[in-house]
């Protein structure tokens, strides 16, 4: 479960209720689901697809799970992975950039041979996925024997056709999911099932999200409600939107909503700058930026009733007082007194409150935040779905790779 909390961003600065109820909320309402029923946009019918397909990944011996991706291909499996770990990550291994020290570290640790490898990319044409399972490729070729899996998720491209002509498993994204909307499909799902993660309790909370947002009263419908004060505090110049979580294990579902918001919306010059934020800790860095300088800002605090580790401590405070509570109602109160900040100096703010970090409640905010991302979408009367501007570098870096080889000149 989650509450979603939105009156500091309509009770200061110049965006009311009554705006609200001024946009048309109703036709990009109408427009989403309308792709949604469809087909013509796919996240939503994957949260009810059979689970029984899941048992082709299950992971029995425990072995290794090596996820190779990039963007949607990687980041809401570690959004949700990290989110849940507890920071004991144990067997699962992530390679995504084409940082040579964060790769090459990676697979010198790591045992291949006592390793589920998934090489996951839509295209099957993604620069950084290829590369990295050419390494991996490599490392395999000298060994004596490979006793480990290896898992294609493709769609097509060079990756499909290394996966067909060396007999590896292959499996299809649908068509009609883009990446970065791709975490409740097999994109997501089955490496996360391989690392023993109970996945039909994220699609309980996906659906149980997915019935909010089919409510057609915005103030019922926290991704309506949400994208609409996310629309309104940008056309009044706020262009940034700030998720700042007080849970740090979250930091990876920041990452995850950075390229979900970014990719999606940043079309036709319109959209927000995503930034990612952990408290306490950026109080002391860019607190002092958010309070006091450009108001160009839309806060996103994430916040939990429960933290699943906590004690009680006694300290003596400044004035040598001596104060007894939970090590977790110092952050909490860390959040409020930010919160109450900002709102003093007129920085609008939104809170989500989960209940406790759990598969129900990531699955349900994730599921949020894709249905907030389409209802903008239409908002902006934009195509979500699509990043045309970013296939212009891939086809420059193409280029320079193959006129200057390993040389690197600039």
Same mark, same amino acid.
Request: charge should be negative; aromatic fraction near 12%.
């Given at each position: 479960?989650?509450?979603?909390?939105?009156?500091?961003?309509?009770?200061?600065?110049?965006?009311?209720?009554?705006?609200?109820?001024?946009?048309?909320?109703?036709?990009?309402?109408?427009?989403?689901?309308?792709?949604?029923?469809?087909?013509?946009?796919?996240?939503?019918? +994957?949260?009810?697809?059979?689970?029984?397909?899941?048992?082709?990944? @299950?992971?029995?011996?425990?072995?290794?799970?090596? +996820?190779?991706?990039?963007?949607?291909?990687?980041?809401?499996?570690?959004?949700?992975?990290?989110?849940?770990?507890?920071?004991?990550?144990?067997?699962?291994?992530?390679?995504?950039?084409?940082?040579?020290?964060? =790769?090459?570290?990676?697979?010198?640790?790591?045992?291949?041979?006592?390793?589920?490898?998934?090489?996951?990319?839509?295209?099957?044409?993604?620069?950084?996925?290829?590369?990295? #399972?050419?390494?991996?490729?490599?490392?395999?070729?000298?060994?004596?024997?490979? @006793?480990?899996?290896?898992?294609?998720? =493709?769609?097509?491209?060079?990756?499909?056709?290394?996966?067909?002509?060396?007999? #590896?498993?292959? #499996?299809?994204?649908?068509?009609?999911?883009?990446?970065?909307?791709?975490?409740?499909?097999?994109?997501?799902?089955?490496?996360?099932?391989?690392?023993?993660?109970?996945?039909?309790?994220?699609?309980?909370?996906?659906?149980?999200?997915?019935?909010?947002?089919?409510?057609?009263?915005?103030?019922?419908?926290?991704?309506?409600?949400?994208?609409?004060?996310?629309?309104?505090?940008?056309?009044?110049?706020?262009?940034?939107?700030?998720?700042?979580?007080?849970?740090?294990?979250?930091?990876?579902?920041?990452?995850?909503?950075?390229?979900?918001?970014?990719?999606?919306?940043?079309?036709?010059?319109?959209?927000?700058?995503?930034?990612?934020?952990?408290?306490?800790?950026?109080?002391?860095?860019?607190?002092?930026?958010?309070?006091?300088?450009?108001?160009?800002?839309?806060? =996103?605090?994430? =916040?939990?009733?429960?933290?699943?580790?906590?004690?009680?401590?006694?300290?003596?405070?400044?004035?040598?007082?001596?104060?007894?509570?939970?090590?977790?109602?110092?952050? @909490?109160?860390?959040?409020?007194?930010?919160?109450?900040?900002?709102?003093?100096?007129?920085?609008?703010? +939104?809170?989500?409150?989960?209940?406790?970090?759990?598969?129900?409640?990531?699955?349900?905010?994730?599921?949020?935040?894709?249905?907030?991302?389409?209802?903008?979408?239409?908002?902006?009367?934009?195509?979500?779905?699509?990043?045309?501007?970013?296939?212009?570098?891939?086809?420059?870096?193409?280029?320079?790779?193959?006129?200057?080889?390993?040389?690197?000149?600039?």
């Amino acid at each position: 479960m989650l509450k979603y909390e939105y009156k500091n961003a309509v009770n200061i600065g110049d965006v009311s209720l009554e705006d609200i109820e001024k946009v048309d909320y109703i036709k990009a309402y109408s427009n989403l689901m309308e792709k949604l029923n469809n087909g013509v946009v796919g996240f939503r019918e +994957v949260i009810y697809d059979d689970l029984d397909k899941y048992s082709d990944f @299950k992971n029995e011996d425990g072995k290794n799970v090596v +996820v190779v991706g990039m963007g949607g291909s990687i980041l809401g499996t570690m959004a949700i992975y990290y989110g849940l770990s507890l920071y004991n990550y144990n067997n699962a291994y992530f390679i995504d950039n084409s940082d040579p020290e964060k =790769t090459l570290s990676i697979l010198k640790k790591v045992d291949l041979n006592n390793s589920i490898i998934y090489i996951i990319s839509k295209s099957g044409n993604t620069l950084e996925t290829l590369v990295n #399972y050419y390494l991996i490729k490599r490392k395999i070729e000298k060994l004596d024997s490979f @006793k480990g899996d290896i898992i294609f998720i =493709t769609n097509d491209g060079k990756l499909k056709r290394e996966a067909e002509k060396n007999n #590896y498993k292959v #499996y299809s994204i649908p068509e009609n999911v883009p990446g970065r909307f791709s975490v409740f499909t097999v994109v997501g799902l089955a490496p996360l099932y391989s690392l023993g993660i109970d996945i039909s309790k994220i699609l309980e909370g996906a659906k149980y999200m997915d019935k909010l947002c089919q409510n057609k009263n915005i103030f019922k419908n926290p991704a309506l409600l949400n994208g609409v004060i996310h629309y309104l505090h940008e056309k009044k110049g706020r262009s940034i939107s700030v998720v700042m979580s007080y849970i740090e294990r979250l930091k990876y579902f920041g990452e995850w909503y950075k390229q979900l918001f970014g990719e999606s919306l940043g079309k036709n010059n319109n959209g927000l700058t995503p930034l990612l934020s952990i408290g306490a800790k950026d109080q002391h860095s860019l607190l002092q930026l958010y309070m006091d300088g450009k108001k160009d800002k839309v806060i =996103t605090f994430i =916040t939990t009733e429960k933290y699943d580790l906590d004690e009680e401590i006694t300290f003596e405070d400044i004035n040598d007082e001596k104060i007894s509570c939970n090590l977790s109602n110092i952050i @909490k109160f860390e959040q409020m007194a930010t919160e109450i900040s900002l709102t003093q100096r007129g920085v609008p703010n +939104v809170r989500i409150t989960l209940d406790k970090v759990d598969e129900f409640s990531l699955g349900a905010m994730m599921y949020m935040y894709e249905m907030q991302v389409g209802f903008m979408g239409e908002l902006y009367n934009i195509d979500a779905y699509n990043q045309p501007a970013v296939e212009e570098e891939k086809r420059i870096c193409w280029k320079l790779i193959k006129e200057y080889g390993k040389y690197g000149d600039r």
